[in-house]
């Protein structure tokens, strides 16, 4: 059973950094892509970034060059370093994850709340 755990959000400061992290579990998590959605209230869920297998990354446009995704193939972890954050950055947080041979059967986490004050 494919589970994914996610944490490291919370309330931060216009400005301020949060790293969030999602721990995989069930899956070969080195052939797996994995990403970071948002959803913030009202609004569509969206792609905030991605990673390959090879650790190939991709970006939202509204958050490139402040966010950062990583990956520890060793941990089964994947991790969203968030700085410079902007009130507009406030949504829920999923992590998703997927076998680069098998795209269609992805998976996503809880959700972890990421709440911006001015």
């Known amino acids: 059973q494919v589970q994914l755990v996610e944490s490291g959000g919370g309330l931060v400061q216009a400005g301020g950094s949060l790293r969030l992290s999602c721990a995989a579990s069930?899956?070969?998590?080195?052939?797996?892509?994995m990403g970071w959605y948002r959803q913030a209230p009202g609004k569509q869920r969206e792609l905030v970034a991605h990673?390959?297998?090879?650790?190939?990354?991709n970006y939202a446009d509204s958050v490139k060059c402040r966010f950062n995704i990583t990956r520890d193939n060793d941990k089964n972890k994947v991790y969203l370093q968030m700085n410079s954050l902007k009130l507009e950055d406030t949504a829920v947080y999923y992590c998703?994850?997927?076998?680069?041979?098998?795209?269609?059967?992805?998976?996503w986490g809880q959700g972890t709340h990421v709440t911006g004050s001015s």
């Open positions: 990673i390959t297998s090879g650790g190939s990354t």
């Open positions: 069930g899956i070969i998590f080195s052939i797996c892509a």
């Open positions: 998703q994850v997927y076998n680069e041979f098998i795209p269609r059967a992805d998976y």
